[in-house]
Each structure stands twice: as structure tokens, then as C-alpha cells.
T-cell receptor
Framework: DVKVTQSSRYLVKRTGEKVFLECVQD?????MFWYRQDPGLGLRLIYF???????EKGDIPEGYSVSREKKERFSLILESASTNQTSMYLC?????????????FGPGTRLTVL | AQKVTQAQTEISVVEKEDVTLDCVYE???????LFWYKQPPSGELVFLIR????DEQNEISGRYSWNFQKSTSSFNFTITASQVVDSAVYFC????????????WGLGTSLAVNP
């Protein structure tokens, strides 16, 4: 079974804080993704990584950065958290056999920025 | 342009009823893949099915079935004899070579199955 874990289920931070969201997968998948999910807006891709040390911007990268130093770990960084970054954050991984392969998701981190 | 439309925002049924969740997609590519995911209240997105554009056979898995019709660009999902545990938000998604090969998501249908 594919297992994707995220460091926290719930997180509360203050405006201006630096926030790290961690994602780990145990299936040796090359591709990893970060999404945010908001009511009425669905899932939106923030960043993705095809392999270690590689990253590409998704649809809404502003205010975020990422790090992929090891294959199994993909970190999302909010350099200076703002209230409009309050959201559900979902991490996913995918084998790189083809872009059509299935993405498998972690349990999500519900972040509140006060 | 690529797009996925789930016109039903919320559906409420009574346990044991059958329910169909609609998914209509738009793409110019001839090769594409369609997915359904389930998101229960716990929040995790659970993969249900992947179907490619060349396989129009309907799929059945237990109480779940999927009807793929290219003529109407639809990939509908039916739950037979619904159960309370089916209560979740269900998402339909599309991927093809366009749009930088990213998943295109519908906005989801929230299904409530009441006892």
C-alpha cells in the first residue's frame, strides 16, 4: 500500500511566522505535489517536484517555496505566513512511469494563520 | 481548454438508495485519463478509479460503478445501496498531455447518506 504521511493534521500559526509542512512517502515515488484546498475553489496545485532537488511552480506558487533534498520527503514552506494562507494543505506522490499515473494523497494538514 | 464540471454541489440521500454523481469533462486531446477520488470527513483523498480514454467499458467494483461515455464527455459514478460510510466529498479529475500534464479537478460533490 502506498503511504503518504504529513507531519501535522492541524496547525495554528501567527501572521509573519515561517511555517514548514512536511510530507513523506514510502513508495519510492519520484514525483511529489503540494495542493491547497479551499471551499468553492477545489484543489489548486502550489508546487510539484519530479525528482530530488527539482521543483516546478504550480498554479498558485506565490507566498510559498518548497524543498526536496531526499526522494521521500517534500517540504512546503510559508516564508511569512498570512491569514489568506489559512487552508487545507494536501501532499501527493506519484510514480514517474507516466504523467497519467495515479497520485496518492496524504491525510492533509489544516493550517490556521491568526 | 481543459475543464471538469461536477454540477451537483451537494446530494442528500437516505441509506440504501442508489445515487449517481455526474462528471462532465472538456478536452481537445484524444488521449486522456479520468479519475475519481473520495474525501471522507477525515480529509484524506482516497483514490477510487483511473480510466483511460480508449477504454469505454463500464467498471464495477462492489457497490461502485462507473459509466464512461465519450459521446457525451461524461464519466459518471454510481453508488448502489448507499451506506452512511459513503458520506464524503467525491472529486472527478482529468489529465492529458496539455495543461503541463497537471491534474484538472472538478469542484467536488458532497454526498450525505442519512440513516
Amino acid at each position: 500500500d502506498v503511504k503518504v504521511t504529513q507531519s501535522s493534521r492541524y496547525l495554528v500559526k501567527r501572521t509573519g511566522e515561517k511555517v514548514f509542512l512536511e510530507c513523506v512517502q514510502d513508495m519510492d515515488h519520484e514525483n511529489m505535489f503540494w495542493y491547497r484546498q479551499d471551499p468553492g475553489l477545489g484543489l489548486r496545485l502550489i508546487y510539484f517536484s519530479y525528482d530530488v532537488k527539482m521543483k516546478e511552480k504550480g498554479d498558485i506558487p506565490e507566498g510559498y517555496s518548497v524543498s526536496r533534498e531526499k526522494k521521500e520527503r517534500f517540504s512546503l514552506i510559508l516564508e511569512s505566513a498570512s491569514t489568506n494562507q489559512t487552508s487545507m494543505y494536501l501532499c501527493a506522490s506519484r510514480h514517474s512511469g507516466g504523467y497519467t499515473d495515479t497520485q496518492y494523497f496524504g491525510p492533509g494538514t489544516r493550517l490556521t494563520v491568526l | 481548454a481543459q475543464k471538469v464540471t461536477q454540477a451537483q454541489t451537494e446530494i442528500s440521500v437516505v441509506e440504501k438508495e442508489d445515487v449517481t454523481l455526474d462528471c462532465v469533462y472538456e478536452t481537445r486531446d484524444t488521449t486522456y485519463y479520468l479519475f475519481w477520488y473520495k474525501q471522507p470527513p477525515s480529509g484524506e483523498l482516497v483514490f477510487l478509479i483511473r480510466r483511460n480514454s480508449f477504454d469505454e467499458q463500464n467498471e464495477i467494483s462492489g457497490r461502485y460503478s462507473w459509466n464512461f461515455q465519450k459521446s457525451t464527455s461524461s464519466f459518471n459514478f454510481t453508488i448502489t445501496a448507499s451506506q452512511v460510510v459513503d458520506s464524503a466529498v467525491y472529486f472527478c479529475a482529468l489529465i492529458n498531455a496539455g495543461n503541463n500534464r497537471k491534474l484538472i479537478w472538478g469542484l467536488g460533490t458532497s454526498l450525505a447518506v442519512n440513516p
